[in-house]
Structure formats: structure tokens, C-alpha cells
């Protein structure tokens, strides 16, 4: 008997710029049988400081964009996303106009994994100021886990940009990265475990690893938001039924191209070949 060709509906990946490629890069190891398509809104990047209407409107243009290319389930890899617009658009975007499609974030599955390492009960977060300000992160930690855990956040506005511009390795990334790091745990020294809450952040690791307390324990988004698809389509078949599985992947962005393709291809390891959109 011949195979039904499945109609190509890939999984969207949303970044407001390069950081959801490390979330990309994880899922593609996790779950290389799938389809993605890859949204960096780079020409509109950071998206850190805007207001809360502001990345909620960025935020479903992206989201409408991916439903359009048929992508019937969208992980928002960007925290600040997740923080400021996922709720509203699962609340009214998608039960008034896309019943059928379903929009993850990166914030739950994180904050489900602290159980698993923290002794101290002391949690540090370091994220943009728009998703430390929506309080996002000590929310979920009290849902999750009750009230019984200590979480601090440093807002560090200046690492997108480090990262956006390709300067994670000099002597202007060393000094923010120290600066927020000193700030985190002079605040609270008995933080033992540190959630990178901003998918740019792995990008600038070597960094922050030179300046952390060598007992810290870093949960770095990429493989646990990789291990929650798996697990959430495990859990949906028909959901599962519906992504196409050809193991293929395509690039867009908001910005030129050429700017685009070299830095990508860097953070993804391999060549690629971009398309530019306008929402
Ligand atoms: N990668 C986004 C996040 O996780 C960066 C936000 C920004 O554009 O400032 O929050």
C-alpha cells in the first residue's frame, strides 16, 4: 500500500532575534524527525525593554504569520514573549480565531525542573527587564512549587544587544556579565541554582561561566523546553498526527538576510539559507 504524502505542516520556532536558535538547535537533537520553521523578528529585536502591548502585538503577528505557513503548533522560544503575550494568546487569540492550533512557551517546563536540583531552596533568575518585571518566573516557581522557595532576579538588559551584535567574547561582555552576576549574589549568597530566563543567554555562557560560584547549578532552557515537545506530543497524538515529519528546517527573519545567514549558521554550527519576511 502506498504512504499517504502528509501535507507539510512544520512546528514554528519564535524568537524576537537569534536567542531561539539555541532552543531550535536542542529541539532539532531531541526530535530530528519533525518540520520547523524559524521566526528571528530581528528587524524589531530586543523586545527586553518594550511595553507589554507592544511584544503582544510583535508577538501574534508571529504567531498568525507561522498558523499561515500551516504550522499547527508554535513554541514561543523567547522569554519575554512568553512572559508578556502567551497567556492572552492562548486565552483569545487562539479559542477565537485558531481552535484547533496550540502556542507554547519556555517559562513552565524551566521552573518545573528546579525541584529537581535546588538544596538550598534559594533561586536566582536572570532574565531581560520585561520578563523580570511581569514577575513571570516567581509566579510559576509559587504554582509549581509553592510558596517555600527564595526566587531573586537581576534584570540584565544589556545582553541581548551583547549577543545581537556578536560581542559575547570581549571586555564589554566580561563587565555586564560580572556587573549582574555581583548584583545577583550580593542580593542572595545562598542561591544554588540559576535559571538562564532569556533564550540569548547560552550565547554568552562562556561568560557567565567565568564569573559564577563554582557550586551553582545552571538550567539552561535548550534541552529542558526540547524534553517538554517531546513529552507534550507523546501526550497529544493528535497533535503529533498533525506536524509533518520530513526532518527538514527553514529560516526566516524580518531583517536583511545577509545579515542573518552568517550568524545563524554560527550559533546552528552549519551553512543555512534564510528567507525575509514582512509581517
Ligand atoms: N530571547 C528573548 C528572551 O528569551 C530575548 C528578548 C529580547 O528580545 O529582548 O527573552
Not at 502585538?57 to 503575550?85: E, G, H, P, W
Not at 525542573?113 to 536566582?124: E, N, R, S, V, Y
Request: proline residues 6%.
Amino acid at each position: 500500500m502506498n504512504k499517504v504524502q502528509q501535507k507539510y505542516q512544520p512546528i514554528g520556532i519564535f524568537d524576537s532575534g537569534y536567542g531561539g536558535l539555541t532552543i531550535l538547535k536542542s529541539i532539532m537533537q531531541r526530535l530530528p524527525q519533525y518540520d520547523y520553521i524559524y521566526l528571528g523578528d530581528n528587524a524589531r529585536t530586543p523586545y527586553g525593554s518594550r511595553s507589554f502591548d507592544v511584544v503582544y502585538d510583535y508577538t501574534r503577528q508571529a504567531v498568525v504569520t507561522l498558523f499561515s505557513m500551516d504550522c499547527q503548533l508554535v513554541i514561543l522560544a523567547c522569554n519575554t514573549a512568553s512572559a508578556k503575550a502567551l497567556r492572552t494568546i492562548q486565552q483569545n487569540d487562539l479559542l477565537t480565531g485558531f481552535p484547533e492550533r496550540r502556542v507554547l512557551g519556555v517559562i513552565r517546563p524551566s521552573v518545573e525542573q528546579i525541584p529537581l536540583f535546588t538544596k538550598t531552596g534559594h533561586i536566582g533568575v536572570l532574565g531581560t527587564s520585561g520578563t523580570v518585571l511581569s514577575d513571570s518566573y516567581p509566579m510559576e516557581i509559587a504554582k509549581v512549587s509553592g510558596n517555600h522557595l527564595v526566587v531573586t532576579q537581576e534584570a540584565c538588559p544589556m545582553w541581548v544587544p551583547l549577543v545581537e551584535n556578536d560581542e559575547t567574547d570581549n571586555k564589554a561582555a566580561d563587565y555586564f556579565v560580572h556587573k549582574n552576576i555581583t548584583n545577583l549574589f550580593r542580593r542572595d549568597p545562598e542561591i544554588d541554582t540559576l535559571i538562564l530566563g532569556c533564550t540569548h543567554y547560552p550565547l554568552l555562557r562562556k561568560t557567565i561561566d567565568k564569573f559564577l560560584p563554582a557550586h551553582v547549578t545552571v538550567l539552561e532552557q535548550g534541552p529542558i523546553v526540547a524534553e517538554s515537545l517531546s513529552d507534550y506530543l507523546n501526550r497529544h497524538p493528535e497533535m503529533d498526527q498533525k506536524c509533518s515529519k520530513n526532518g527538514s528546517v527553514r529560516y526566516i527573519t524580518t531583517e536583511s538576510v545577509d545579515n542573518f545567514e552568517p550568524r545563524a549558521s554560527l550559533f546552528m554550527g552549519n551553512p543555512l539559507v534564510a528567507e525575509k519576511i514582512q509581517f
